[in-house]
C-alpha cells in the first residue's frame, strides 16, 4: 500500500461524501471530475487551460498510449507528467474497457488478452502483469488493476465467471504493482447487476487491500435507473475509508446521483466530446449551439460563467464557427463545457461541507435539467 497516498474524509451529507486525496503530486479534492487525457491531451485543451477550469487530476489510457507512442518510449522521454506538461496527479485505466469494445478483434484467456491494434492491425497481449508494466512506465499517480468489464446484458453464469476472472486478475495486479511509495493502485469490484456478485468481489478486493476501489460494469448500456440501483447497495460493500470511483461517468445527472450514493472519484469524454459536436452544458439546461435562434444571439453562452467562450464570445459568433467548421469552436466549447463539470463539482463539494446538499440537489434538478428553453 501506498505510505504517500491517504484520503482525508472531510464531512458526509446522508451518504454524499466531501474530503481530500493527497497525493505527491497535489491534493485531489472530492468528489472529482476527471477529464479524459486519451492520448495524453485533452482534445481541443492546452494542459494549463485544463488547469485552469479547476482540475485536480486527468485520466490517461493505457491501450492507446501503449499502443502510440508506447509507454517505453514515452517512459525514455521522462514519463508521461513530462511528455504531456501537465504536473498534478494522473490516473491511468487498465486498458480493459477498449479491450472488452474491441469484440471480434480479441482472445480472452486465464492469462490475459491477445488482440489486434484498431490502428494497424498489430497483435499485441495485455495480462495483469504488463498492465502493470505499462502503468509503472506511465508513471501514473493512480493505477487501476487489469480486469475484464462484463459486458451488459450478461446473464449471471457469464457475469460471474467474468468477475471471479477480473478477482485473480486484479489478486496478480496487487503483486506485480509491489511496492512503489507515491504510487497508488485501485481494485475494481465487478458484478454486473447481480448484488451477490457485487458482494463476492468486494469481500475480494478487501482482502487482497487497495488503496482506493472502483465500481466497474457499470455506464455500459444498463441505463441510470439501474446503475444508481446498483450504487446502492454496492458502495456499502466497499471500505469507507478508501476513496470510491465510479468509471465512465457521466451526464451531470448521472454525476450528481453518483455523489448522493457516496462516489468521489468519475471520469467521462461527454464534456469534450460534446463540445466538439456542439452540445454545451448551462446553469439553464442543455443548449445545442448549431441550432439557427443562436445566429442572432449576443448573449453569452451562461452569464454566470467566466471561462473564455462566456466572457468574449456571443452566442452568435459560436455559432457561426461552429457552422463554418473551425477550429476555435471545439476549442472554445470544450473549455466551456469542462469548466461547467468543475465548477459543478465545487458546489457539490460545498454543498456537502455546509450540510446543504439535498436542497441544492433539488434546486440543481429544477434549474439545470429542463433542456434548451431559454429565449430572447
Known amino acids: ?28 479534492r472530492t468528489p472529482a471530475f476527471m477529464p479524459v487525457g486519451t492520448a495524453a491531451t485533452v482534445k481541443a485543451m492546452l494542459p494549463e487551460s485544463v488547469a485552469a477550469t479547476g482540475a485536480d487530476i486527468l485520466l490517461g489510457n493505457t491501450y492507446h498510449l501503449m499502443l502510440r507512442p508506447t ?41 490475459g488478452v491477445t488482440f489486434k491494434s484498431h490502428i494497424d492491425g498489430s ?24 480486469d475484464e ?26 503483486y506485480a504493482f509491489g511496492d512503489r511509495p507515491g504510487h497508488a493502485l485501485f481494485g475494481i469490484q465487478q458484478g454486473s447487476i447481480f448484488p451477490e456478485q457485487r ?3 468486494a469481500d475480494a478486493l478487501r482482502d487482497i487491500g487497495f488503496d482506493g476501489y472502483a465500481v466497474g460494469g457499470l455506464a455500459v448500456g444498463e441505463g441510470q435507473e439501474k446503475m444508481f440501483e446498483v ?21 451531470p445527472d448521472d454525476i450528481v446521483g453518483a455523489v448522493a450514493r457516496g462516489i468521489d472519484m468519475m471520469d467521462c469524454v461527454l464534456p469534450s466530446r460534446s463540445g466538439r459536436t456542439g452540445q454545451v452544458f448551462t446553469s439553464n439546461g442543455v443548449i ?47 473549455w466551456h463545457n469542462l469548466q461547467y463539470y468543475q465548477v459543478l463539482m465545487a458546489e457539490i463539494r460545498a454543498a456537502i461541507a455546509s450540510g446543504t446538499f439535498e436542497a441544492w ?16
Open 149 to 174: 468489464c462484463t459486458p451488459f446484458p450478461a446473464d449471471e453464469k457469464t457475469a460471474l465467471e467474468s468477475m471471479q476472472l477480473s478477482m485473480r486478475w486484479a489478486q496478480r495486479s496487487r
Open 231 to 251: 450504487l446502492d447497495y454496492a458502495l456499502d460493500m466497499l471500505p469507507a475509508d478508501k476513496p470510491r470511483y465510479l468509471m465512465g461517468v457521466g451526464k
Open 288 to 334: 445545442n449551439i448549431k441550432n439557427a435562434r443562436h445566429a442572432d444571439d449576443p448573449r453569452p453562452l451562461d452569464e454566470s460563467c467566466s471561462c473564455p467562450a462566456c466572457s468574449h464570445y456571443s452566442r452568435a459568433y459560436l455559432h457561426h464557427v461552429f457552422r463554418a467548421g473551425e477550429m476555435i469552436s471545439g476549442m472554445l466549447l470544450t
Open 361 to 376: 440537489q433539488a434546486t440543481f434538478h429544477a434549474d439545470r435539467l429542463h433542456g434548451d428553453i431559454e429565449r430572447l
Open 71 to 111: 509507454a517505453e518510449r514515452i517512459d525514455r522521454l521522462g514519463g508521461l507528467h513530462k511528455f504531456m506538461n501537465w504536473d498534478r496527479p494522473i490516473l491511468t485505466d487498465s486498458g480493459g474497457f477498449q479491450v472488452m469494445s474491441l469484440a471480434g478483434l480479441r482472445k480472452l484467456t486465464e492469462q
Open 199 to 201: 458482494r463476492e468481489s
Open 1 to 28: 500500500m501506498s505510505r504517500s497516498f491517504n484520503f482525508d474524509l472531510a464531512a458526509t451529507d446522508g451518504k454524499a461524501r466531501t474530503g481530500v486525496i493527497h497525493t505527491t503530486r497535489g491534493n485531489i
Open 123 to 146: 497483435k499485441h497481449e495485455i495480462t495483469p502483469e504488463r498492465s502493470m508494466e505499462i502503468q509503472r512506465l506511465l508513471g501514473s499517480d493512480i493505477v487501476m488493476c487489469f
